[in-house]
């Protein structure tokens, strides 16, 4: 049962912005429209920037990452989602994001953002992510779930079985499961996270299934190291 | 390079509970020294409860339970490791933690509550965590790094090559590590997290490898499932 056929883009397809999106990055629709500055040079973008970075030290931590960035129903990003969402734009490995970064390198090649400084690679991708989001959210209940979590998946070329679908809902819902009813639903940042980790894992075993025949043989070390290397 | 031959054991074993301890189950260690009634008739435990369930709804919600819990440095826990205590101690299945629970059938295996209720055995389980933390915080300094981590891991029956470890420092370490230096250290929750997926990991791929040669066949449903249901 190999089902991921397809080469896996998670870059979105979807641009239809529609005003109730789900986080902070909401000004990011407004922005959409402009063509980012190579150098950073947009100075709406800066605003933003500058809106961030509480400290003025010139650059974004984690923490102030975090506390700017809100999911629609008021909750805050989770920490291991701030860190992913670092670790991609922060090309230098400064541990902060900068303004005006250099070339954008990017890193699990999720998107492409050549000429783009950290910040404005950082602030497109949240807004992407927040068109996909709400595209998604087919009734517009601010959160996916369910059949909505499978068509995201399957259109990113994930075509996951129930079983593992029912266990990216359980472990990326933002509260736990009861014994009755669905599964609550996932929150924005949880949602991003959940698809960049089922791209890597994906990624990683087709990395070590070399003839594609759905399965492979692995070590202790390797199994840990592909668990351990996902956000 | 097969390299957990003990039986893991994560059951904390270190009882001296330190004044400077790390997180809201601080009043756990003056209660450590009662023994919890099993019905939970505990006044001063009771008293706990109560301050957590904020809305007096009787049972505790992942949210209260996420406002309760604070780190030695101020950070929130974070959602995960949340859901993780709620769902080792929700026997009920009611997505809820009950001060009158049944008998506390312990999932995980990692303690055993037997005739506790689910809120007693939730409040022992974090301060068995906090003695473990500052027992091998041997620097004082609140966060968990590199030879800390390492004997942690080592004496719960883990000897993690220095791959793994560095990668379990980095993946649960509470902010984004740098080019420069050592990674940042790992704050209570996340310390409990990690070692409880370590643990998790480490089960799942023994139950698969049954002839104990470090070597697994498996499919991808497998790998996700494997990986999947982890904290």
């Known amino acids: 049962m190999y089902q991921y056929n397809h080469p896996p883009n998670l870059r979105p397809q979807y641009s239809q912005a529609r ?12 922005h959409g429209h402009h063509t980012p500055q190579p150098s950073g040079g947009d100075p709406l973008l800066f605003q933003y920037f500058s ?6 030290s010139g650059s974004i931590s984690v923490t102030e990452l975090q506390a700017a960035l809100i999911n629609g129903n008021w909750t805050r990003f989770d920490l291991d989602t701030v860190k992913m969402l670092m670790g991609i734009f922060d090309t230098d490995n400064s ?9 954008a390198s990017v890193i699990l090649s999720l998107v492409l953002y ?13 807004s ?39 266990l990216v809902e359980r472990k990326y819902a933002s ?5 009755y009813g669905p599964p609550p639903g996932i929150t924005f ?16 075993f087709q990395r070590v299934d070399t003839d594609r025949d759905g399965w492979v043989q692995i070590s202790y070390e390797q ?5 351990l290397t996902a956000p």
């Open 19 to 30: 005003p109730q999106s789900a986080a902070y990055a909401n000004h990011g629709s407004r």
């Open 51 to 56: 809106a961030v970075d509480q400290d003025r």
């Open 95 to 103: 541990g902060t994001i900068d303004f005006k970064g250099g070339q």
């Open 114 to 126: 050549s000429n783009a400084s950290e910040f404005s690679g950082l602030w497109k991708y949240i």
């Open 128 to 166: 992407d992510w927040q068109n996909v989001f709400v595209h998604f959210d087919r009734d517009g209940s601010g959160s996916i779930e369910g059949s909505e979590l499978q068509q995201a998946l399957k259109s990113f070329g994930y075509n996951l079985s129930p079983t593992l679908l029912t």
């Open 175 to 179: 509260t736990l499961a009861t014994g």
């Open 189 to 204: 940042d949880r949602f991003v996270r959940a698809c960049v980790v089922v791209k890597t894992l994906t990624e990683s």
């Open 223 to 227: 199994f840990m190291s592909m668990v």
